[in-house]
């Protein structure tokens, strides 16, 4: 049986009950960037040879570099982190999961589909940390940290690099999450990394077979962790879009509960009142089946800002 899963995006959905086309709408129910890592000429290998190890390699290695992996730690690319999130739970025996609630709830999906039993406080077997969280940018420390099974979802931690607790990696047991769909702003690219206990990592590798993760996919992530200008000149502007967001929907009677600098999670009086009214002017938010009043908005792309005013 498989858990009931809410997400952000849907926006087909969102289409057939308010009207328009896709590209009427600014979809602002999901925390990718807006502003996407600007994908860089390709060689022709990239679409029309099987990747090689030297590619794989290289993208290793600019991880290693960019998230300063510890040298005890293994790493592996994947078609996107939500890949990694479905194969996890089948490294070890069936046992007992501690998610924290609420939080992004593949996770229990997919520990809920290989026989574990999810637990939302207590002792068990296994951890998952979403770190920062999804939806209200709890961040965890190292003394969180503390079962023999412990995931770390850093899916959006790059908005905040000085918080990774990817210095774990190396321990026993340990699993830290990447994802280049968020910060990156590149959903549809699918890449992900999983880092962590050698043990572990090799049992994925084994999992996921070979050249799990597209030649495109691997040259321009490879570019993308080489660029540390554009990731720290998106961190101040994420930054001050951020503020820029807080300061709108607070002055609408909102009340900020958290989140990142690529999602901020508001307090209101009626959520789906909020969601209908926005979405009457092709603006489409999150949501969440169990707070009526919390609603969730990512950043606008630089020429959405007037549209998103305006709706107020």
Known sequence: MTTKRDHGGGLDAAIRQFGGQRADWVDLSTGINPVAYPVPALSEQAWAALPDTGLVDRLHAAARAFWDIPNGADIIAAPGASALIAQIPRLKPAASVHIPHPTYNEHAASFSNCDWQIQRDGEAQARVLVHPNNPDGRLWTASDVKTPFSIIDESFCDVTPENSLVRLAAEPGSIVLKSFGKFWGLAGLRLGFAIGDPALIGQLREMLGPWPVSGVALEVG???????????????????????????????SATLLGGTTLFRLYQVDDALRWQDRLARHHIWTRIFPYADNWIRLGLPAPDAWDRLEAAF
């Open 222 to 252: 490879t570019h993308a962790l080489h660029d540390e200008a554009w990731a720290e000149a998106t961190r101040k502007r994420l930054t001050m879009d951020s503020e820029r967001l807080d300061a709108l929907i607070c002055s609408q």
